[in-house]
């Protein structure tokens, strides 16, 4: 399912002075990559799931957690809304479709599952202040949720790229039609692997 967000008009106390600059809720591609963010051990598989499964047009941001075994628990996108990239808004808007889909982990001593976010936007696969407030949001709502931050990715018309890592690929892309669960499933069978949220998306899908 797709939601829109509206913005919020109340912040709360501990982040009143950070959410009066929105300068400093954007991270850099430096800080990103410094930040210990674990890689993904498939991401095309982990890109054409959610984009099988969630169909995202431009605009549109899909989160999803994975376990320790990267298979998909839960999913969620919606429609970022006409507004300046602020990311203590994105943060709030992940951290509603997070508390919707899945219980949070903060009774957790250390984060289990990992949240990743997959951005359709247009433009190329260069990195902009709005894919920076993206991180900074993804990266607050997972420490409130109690979940590891994990991989942001783009989706554009040149392709998907998981930026801080340098790995991407032409397909799928913002244009391209969802590859049909059928032909996952028949290219899981032929290459074989164990877990991956691609091969749970599918698994899920085919139990509906």
């Given at each position: 399912?797709?939601f829109?967000?509206?913005?919020s008009?109340?912040?709360?106390?501990s982040t009143?002075?950070?959410s009066?600059?929105?300068?400093?809720?954007?991270?850099e591609?430096a800080?990103?990559?410094?930040a210990?963010i674990?890689?993904?051990?498939n991401?095309?598989?982990?890109?054409s799931g959610?984009?099988?499964?969630?169909?995202?047009?431009?605009?549109?941001?899909?989160?999803?957690?994975l376990?320790p075994?990267?298979?998909l628990?839960?999913?969620?996108?919606?429609?970022?809304?006409?507004?300046p990239?602020?990311?203590?808004m994105?943060?709030?808007?992940?951290?509603?479709?997070?508390?919707?889909?899945?219980?949070?982990?903060l009774?957790r001593r250390?984060?289990?599952?990992?949240?990743?976010?997959?951005?359709?936007?247009?433009?190329?696969?260069?990195w902009?202040?709005?894919?920076?407030?993206?991180?900074?949001g993804l990266r607050?709502?997972?420490?409130?949720?109690?979940?590891r931050?994990g991989a942001?990715i783009?989706?554009?018309?040149?392709?998907?790229?998981?930026?801080?890592e340098?790995?991407?690929g032409r397909?799928?892309?913002?244009d391209?039609p969802p590859?049909?669960?059928e032909?996952?499933?028949a290219a899981?069978?032929i290459?074989?692997r164990?877990?991956?949220?691609a091969?749970?998306?599918?698994?899920?899908?085919?139990?509906?």
């Amino acid at each position: 399912m797709t939601f829109g967000f509206a913005p919020s008009s109340a912040a709360p106390m501990s982040t009143a002075a950070t959410s009066a600059n929105p300068l400093t809720r954007v991270l850099e591609p430096a800080e990103w990559a410094a930040a210990g963010i674990p890689l993904l051990r498939n991401p095309r598989e982990v890109v054409s799931g959610l984009h099988s499964r969630h169909r995202p047009g431009p605009t549109t941001a899909i989160v999803a957690v994975l376990d320790p075994d990267e298979r998909l628990n839960a999913s969620a996108s919606f429609i970022r809304r006409p507004a300046p990239a602020d990311g203590w808004m994105f943060r709030n808007a992940l951290l509603a479709q997070l508390r919707r889909v899945i219980p949070h982990d903060l009774r957790r001593r250390t984060p289990v599952r990992t949240a990743v976010l997959l951005y359709c936007r247009d433009g190329d696969a260069r990195w902009t202040e709005e894919d920076g407030a993206w991180m900074w949001g993804l990266r607050d709502a997972c420490t409130l949720h109690g979940l590891r931050c994990g991989a942001y990715i783009t989706l554009t018309r040149d392709g998907w790229q998981v930026l801080g890592e340098g790995r991407g690929g032409r397909r799928p892309n913002a244009d391209s039609p969802p590859e049909s669960l059928e032909s996952l499933a028949a290219a899981e069978s032929i290459q074989p692997r164990t877990g991956g949220s691609a091969s749970e998306v599918l698994r899920r899908a085919a139990a509906r």
